[in-house]
């Protein structure tokens, strides 16, 4: 009776364990979904400001250039009224000063112009991810929502049925058998001819024949689940210690 009692506990907790770990998961991808979209329109936001930056340092330069154009004329008629050697030097230094600070800044203006039209081919690209993303999870939240609770109805039919499986546990048997889920994937094994059916192992022949000869629990020497003699195949004569089954 104990035996059966503690593999029904057993396939409660496989299937308990399966159900959570879907859940995890669908949790996990609907979170990584969603930190990328978080992720996207704060990108979307920082390209738009560094944009507008651009923009606006763009037409100052452009207010500058219109600025510059005028003085550039002023000192070309200034040029053309000079009369003495040092009038015209000083013109010509001013004129040269300003074609350089005009072209400066011309270069400057294209190589924004040049950067502001990449972010927006930036911008555009960012922006149909997001959309599609955001598409994605619109189309998926029903079904993701609807999957979300058939695994968590699941998961809480197998926690009824698992309070009312540990009642027909031994209470020692029970510590033990938690003892050892905690540290395994499984915590219980059996054994038909001789090895441990978790880690197959060989069992001591010593064992075995206990296990076989008496419908009691020991523990696997090597692994250390709980074992006991399960006749599902036909039982042959104890392995010799060493030999696998």
Known sequence: MQIQALEALAVIDEELGRLEGELLEEHRVLAQKREQLGQLEAKSAAVHSGVRDMERTRNELIAEIRQMSVQMDQSRDKLGRSR?????????????????????????????????????????????????????????????????????????????????????????????????????????????????SACHISLPPMMYQVLRRAAQFDQCPNCNRIIYFRADAPVSEAPKEGTEG
């Open 84 to 196: 003495s050697e040092r009038e015209v030097n000083a013109a010509q230094r001013e004129v040269e000063e300003l074609r350089k600070l005009y072209r400066d800044r011309e270069l400057e203006a294209q190589k924004l112009n040049a950067l502001i039209e990449q972010a927006r081919q930036d911008l555009e690209k960012n922006e149909a991810e997001r959309n599609a993303l955001n598409q994605e999870l619109g189309a998926s939240a029903g079904a993701t929502e609807t999957r979300l609770g058939q695994l968590g109805r699941e998961a809480d039919e197998r926690k009824r049925r698992r309070e009312a499986a540990v009642k027909d546990v031994p209470v020692v048997l029970y510590r033990r058998y938690e003892t050892i889920r905690k540290r395994r994937s499984g915590a219980i094994s059996h054994t038909e001819k001789g090895t441990c």
